[in-house]
């Protein structure tokens, strides 16, 4: 079975751009979590979808979003990027059965903003 | 909210011993707590989890044990390998039934453990 693919693998921005980021979960899991990570804040929370809706969401800005395809696909978009939102970008598929939450992660997006 | 510690930040162990990573956890209704894996340019592996109605699980050479009432668990690795080499992450969520929340995953810091042929 195919695992998470995140799309693209490496990205370079400027100050003040909009970035989408796309990921696509193993086959048949329909949860998608986004999170952030950083040498400095670790692995950090962004959202989390399922069958389109935003079920949970971290304490992120508003610049940042997302949404999921009625296919579990799922994009997130940052808008007006500053230099601290480089990262690497990870999205985490889940079956989510009842009380079930293994989630797993794609290889993610490395973003760089100049 | 929910706060994960993990100690130690760096482990160095010889190829053949055992490591040992702690982590602690603050909110008592955190019930899922998955380990995993990140190696240098990729994204987190999941290599064990365990629920709070269980104490201890193991698979081949890793393991990992809950303490509810102190609210920690700790992964063991017996027998360490080079290829053990990497980034470890220890997590806490609280897991909903279907259709509810899943919990996001809070994570702790990292341990970076490098095994020394």
């Known amino acids: 079975k195919a695992g998470v693919t995140q799309t693209p693998r490496y990205l370079i921005k400027t100050r003040g751009q909009q970035v989408t980021l796309s990921c696509s979960p193993i086959s048949g899991h329909r949860s998608v979590s986004w999170y952030q990570q950083t040498p400095g804040q670790g692995l950090q929370f962004l959202f989390e979808y399922f069958s389109e809706t935003q079920r949970n969401k971290g304490n992120f800005p508003g610049r940042f979003s997302g949404r999921q395809f009625s296919n579990s696909r799922s994009e997130m978009n940052v808008s007006t990027l500053e230099l601290g939102d480089s990262a690497l970008y990870l999205c985490?598929?889940?079956?989510?059965?009842?009380?079930?939450?293994?989630?797993?992660f794609g290889p993610g997006t490395r973003l760089t903003v100049l | 909210g929910e706060n994960v510690e993990q100690h130690p930040s760096t482990l160095s162990v010889q190829e053949g011993d055992s490591a040992v990573i702690k982590c602690t956890y603050s909110d008592s209704a955190s019930n899922y707590f998955p380990w995993y894996k990140q190696e240098l340019g990729k994204g987190p592996q999941l290599i064990i989890d365990i629920r709070s109605n269980v104490g201890e699980k193991k698979d081949q050479r890793i393991a990992v044990t809950l303490n509810k009432t102190a609210k920690h668990f700790s992964l063991h690795i017996t027998e360490t390998q080079p290829e053990d080499s990497a980034v470890y992450f220890c997590?806490?969520?609280?897991?909903?039934?279907?259709?509810?929340?899943?919990?996001?995953?809070?994570f702790g810091k990292g341990t970076k453990l490098s095994v020394k042929p």
């Open positions: 997590a806490a969520s609280y897991s909903m039934n279907y259709g509810g929340s899943q919990g996001n995953l809070i």
């Open positions: 985490a598929s889940s079956l989510r059965t009842s009380g079930g939450s293994e989630q797993f």
